[in-house]
């Protein structure tokens, strides 16, 4: 049989190339054997799901567990209502753990009637009647809001002395954040800030990504099945993109066995001799940025929140962090937007969320510009560096102020309105490649369209400053040599509080590095 590299909902085995899904968390077991509760938490489509229903199988298959994840994710449309949150879930308990396990294993059929306490005596019969101990992985915990959810974790709280006769052996809460981040309040920002209602765990433990050798060993699954191969240094591409996120790396690689293959007879085929290449797999990322797939746009929903714009807009702008909350940063960390490098400091979790961050944020400047006529390209369709900039000053000088105000994120507004400016300029054409990161107080930019390679580099004059000119011709000398290229911009914005209107103050005028690169020095 076909199988296919899954990017929607959890692996099956019979048709998807997957990895050992409890790989990843060899400790459960041992926490299982314990009679521990425990929390497992890590961004949406990293194989939460995957490895606990593979778990389950496994320790049902034992012979000494009747194992089962079921889910509460139903009982989060009724989150203001105690009694209809339990049925629905109940509800959907009984249909899974009859659908999952032998016969012999299902709860019993049973009226329960006490609003509040419905899961806790449904559990208790359950483990009593069954003839073997009780291990329940609950998923989507975190899609319960408010009293309703402080409610489920005190049930399971108060029936957890009862076990194993009277109450699971061991559970295992599943969802995208630790318990001490779940909400309590619909809608907003406020969190349980303690694990007081769930107290009873023993751990929280995060689902890591692939590292290199398991995307490689999931990447020679399809080799082996079909014969077609992935260059090794395609493979290692992969991992720099994506640092092992589990959709992506299903992402690029369905892209590059499957949709960027020709059809036959309406069936995309592998084939040996379509080897995957470094090229094809840069090719491939960019598809996944623009089409901006459920997972990456889901991810660009988080940027509206407060606590996510606090972090993520100084990251941005390259300015150190203002003073945040812990929990705060580590959100964004089980969120899977950013993560802990090894020797410290907070950066976006990989080179493809790092391109869909901004590209999200500068989509609505972009959906606001006018027509441009494309008077950068010369009559064979390559790019004139010369009339690039001049169509941008021009640009700027007429809509750049007003489209400001288009940008949800003010302190990086003049960034976001130049790459909506030069998206219309590589739309189809080209690539635009971003650099951030934290303290650095720059972003570089480099255009690629044809032969031409165009390094760019943003620095804000602020109120309070001196002039970054100096900096930024030293910052733009060492992007420079990393793109081995001899020519680029240094664009910089004034954004200070009595500096000249735009059409007095916007000039370009030419320079030279001390390394003799030639850069045009563009003030805005």
Not at 8 to 13: D, I, K, R, S, W
Not at 259 to 272: A, I
Not at 298 to 313: F, P, T
């Amino acid at each position: 049989m076909t199988r296919w590299f899954n990017t929607a909902g959890p692996c099956q085995a019979d048709i998807h190339y997957m990895l050992p899904p409890v790989a990843r968390l060899p400790q459960l077991q041992q926490l299982i054997a314990e009679r521990s509760y425990f929390v497992i938490h890590a961004p949406r489509q990293v194989g939460k799901t995957t490895a606990m229903l593979s778990l389950a199988q496994q320790l049902t298959a034992s012979g000494q567990y009747a194992a089962a994840m079921v889910s509460v994710e139903v009982g989060a449309a009724w989150n203001d209502n105690f009694d209809r949150v339990e049925d629905a879930i109940l509800g959907s308990w009984q249909r899974s753990l009859k659908l999952r396990l032998p016969a012999e294993l299902h709860p019993p059929n049973c009226s329960i009637e006490a609003v509040g306490s419905k899961i806790q005596n449904f559990l208790t019969q359950w483990s009593l009647f069954s003839p073997r101990p009780v291990v329940l992985f609950i998923d989507e915990i975190d899609a319960l809001q408010d009293q309703v959810l402080i409610s489920v974790l005190r049930q399971l709280r108060d029936g957890y002395p009862d076990r194993p006769n009277g109450f699971p052996l061991s559970v295992g809460l599943i969802g995208m954040r630790d318990v001490r981040d779940y909400k309590v309040a619909s809608g907003g920002s406020n969190r349980l800030q303690s694990t007081s209602p769930f107290n009873i765990k023993v751990e929280s433990i995060a689902l890591r990504n692939f590292n290199a050798a398991e995307v490689a060993e999931l990447y020679q699954q399809h080799t082996d099945d079909t014969g077609q191969i992935f260059l090794p240094e395609s493979i290692d591409l992969v991992f720099e993109l994506t640092q092992g996120q589990p959709w992506l790396v299903n992402a690029l690689a369905r892209q590059l066995t499957h949709t960027m293959l020709p059809s036959r007879h309406g069936v995309n085929t592998p084939t040996p001799d379509t080897t995957i290449t470094p090229a094809m797999v840069a090719e491939a990322k960019e598809i996944l940025i623009r089409r901006q797939d459920t997972h990456l746009d889901s991810l660009a929903e988080r940027l509206r929140e407060d606590r996510v714009k606090a972090i993520i807009q100084p990251m941005l702008a390259s300015q150190e962090l203002p003073e945040t909350s812990n929990e705060d940063r580590q959100y964004l960390v089980d969120l899977g937007l950013l993560r802990r490098e090894a020797m410290g400091g907070l950066v976006v979790a990989n080179p493809i969320y790092r391109e869909v961050l901004p590209r999200v944020l500068a989509q609505g400047p972009q959906d606001s510009l006018p027509t441009i006529a494309p008077s950068w390209l010369t009559t064979e369709g390559e790019l004139d560096v010369d009339r690039l900039l001049h169509a941008f000053l021009d640009f700027w000088l007429q809509h750049g102020e007003a489209l400001l105000k288009s940008a949800s994120y003010p302190e990086i507004a003049p960034h976001l309105v130049l790459m909506a400016f030069l998206h219309r300029v590589v739309n189809g054409g080209g690539t635009l490649e971003r650099e951030y990161a934290l303290g650095r107080d720059r972003m570089d930019l480099c255009l690629r369209y044809g032969s031409v390679i165009l390094g760019i580099e943003l620095k804000v004059w602020r109120t309070g400053q001196g002039d970054p000119l100096a900096k930024g011709l030293v910052q733009l000398e060492g992007y420079l040599e990393r793109l081995k290229q001899s020519e680029g911009w240094l664009v910089i914005f004034d954004r200070r509080e009595k500096a000249l209107p735009l059409v007095d103050r916007l000039q370009m005028e030419p320079m030279t590095t001390a390394a003799g690169q030639q850069v045009m020095v563009i003030r805005a």
